[in-house]
């Protein structure tokens, strides 16, 4: 029977001694063992260093490999005498077909040479030399990838948009699961592209799918050995359609553009010189293109062979050509379109030759040209 009390060592093992019953400790009587002839017992070897295991710091956590990896461990122990050293899973015997082990001095060796699942579990190494025994416990997690998530389907289509939704799978690979990946693959060109990875939900909605285009998609399970080997997909295709365009026609309230006319720079007072050429300008603007009417003291001068009027965008000019001294008044431009009219004014007046000067031979004012009248 086993004590009730453990030392606690830093090393990962635990140190326990074995009581003894009170029939163990009185022993057989002597006469007995001298009437049987049997020979007297020799005395065990004094224990000069107690038993204890120096577990590795990796192996205080669970260790975890992967299905068909190879399990190597040494685990280090103390004790003299050699002490007697054991091994066993889940509380049970190790299976000698699968599990082998080597005893050294100083050591022991747990040798697994293709770990599968079933190796998983609690594995006790106990070092126990007399009545002293240490035990140490290690954690061995085997996994492998997980199956494909089960029942996906395509829930839903709108604009742009598709809808997944799926169902875990049946066998996690021994371990937790990291997510999921979704990929899609349109019917063009049938390449897999991921949309999202370690996604922890069932359903997902993919955007931005190409108009006029037909997708499929899959999902993969994913732990951590990695993604599993196969991934299911959606039996329906996802058609994304071009939405119908309605054009609604509004009226349009066209803008009148209709405008009386209007000066917008008028005619300035000028005076020139008898027998040079003089112009006079000035702005109007009106919709509809007004017509424009030159006036001499209220006189209309149109087709007047000494009057040249010119029209181009809005600039009206007049030229007098070589004006005389009765050339002088009163000018007026009048426009005029089915809006209304406008008139604007001005006064020319016209000047005799001046004095010859000394030094022009043939006695013209070659100085005294006059600028246009604007």
């Known amino acids: 029977m086993e004590a009730a009390t453990a030392l606690e060592v830093a090393s990962g093992s635990t140190l326990k001694v074995k009581e003894m019953s009170p029939a163990d400790a009185e022993g057989p009587p002597a006469s007995s063992q001298q009437e049987s002839g049997s020979p007297i017992p020799q005395l065990l ?7 204890k295991i120096w577990l590795p710091r990796t192996l205080r956590q669970t260790y975890i490999c992967k299905v068909g990896d190879t399990v ?18 889940d509380g049970c015997a190790l299976d000698a077909s699968r599990v082998s082990v080597r005893n050294g001095e100083q050591d022991s060796i747990l040798f ?16 126990q030399l007399g009545e002293l025994e240490a035990t140490a416990t290690i954690d061995i997690l085997v996994i492998e990838r997980p199956g494909p998530p089960q029942s996906i389907k395509l829930v839903d289509v709108w604009g742009s948009s598709a809808t997944v939704e799926w169902t875990p799978p049946q066998d996690t690979g021994n371990a937790a699961l990291l997510g999921y990946t979704v990929q899609k693959a349109d019917t063009k060109s049938g390449l897999w592209f991921t949309v999202l990875e370690r996604y922890h939900r069932t359903s997902f909605t993919v955007s931005n799918l190409i108009v006029g285009n037909s997708y499929a998609f899959r999902v993969f399970a994913e732990n951590q050995c990695g993604l599993s080997e196969t991934a299911p997909i959606t039996a329906d295709l996802a058609h994304i359609q071009k939405a119908a365009t309605v054009c609604k026609t509004e009226g ?4 009148d ?14 005076t ?42 809005g600039i009206c000019s007049l030229e007098i050509r070589k004006p005389g001294p009765f050339d002088g008044g009163i000018y007026t431009c009048k426009a005029v379109n089915p809006l209304g009219e406008a008139s604007v004014d001005c006064r020319v007046d016209v000047k005799g030759k001046g004095r010859t000067h000394p030094l022009s031979p043939q006695g013209d004012n070659s100085g005294m040209e006059p600028q246009a009248c604007r």
């Open 72 to 89: 190597n461990l040494l685990i280090p122990f103390q004790g003299k005498p050699k002490p007697r050293a054991t091994w066993k899973h």
């Open 272 to 313: 020139t010189v008898t027998g040079y050429d003089t112009q006079l300008f000035c702005c109007v603007r009106g919709s509809p293109k007004p017509k424009i009417i030159w006036l001499k003291n209220k006189m209309d001068i149109q087709g007047n062979p000494k009057y040249r009027a010119l029209s181009y965008l």
């Open 252 to 255: 349009f309230a066209q803008r």
């Open 112 to 127: 697994i040479r293709e770990a599968q699942r079933a190796d998983s579990g609690r594995y006790q190494l106990s070092v």
């Open 45 to 51: 070897s004094p224990i000069e260093e107690h038993p």
């Open 257 to 270: 553009f209709s405008e009386a006319p209007k000066f917008t720079q008028p005619l300035a007072d000028c």
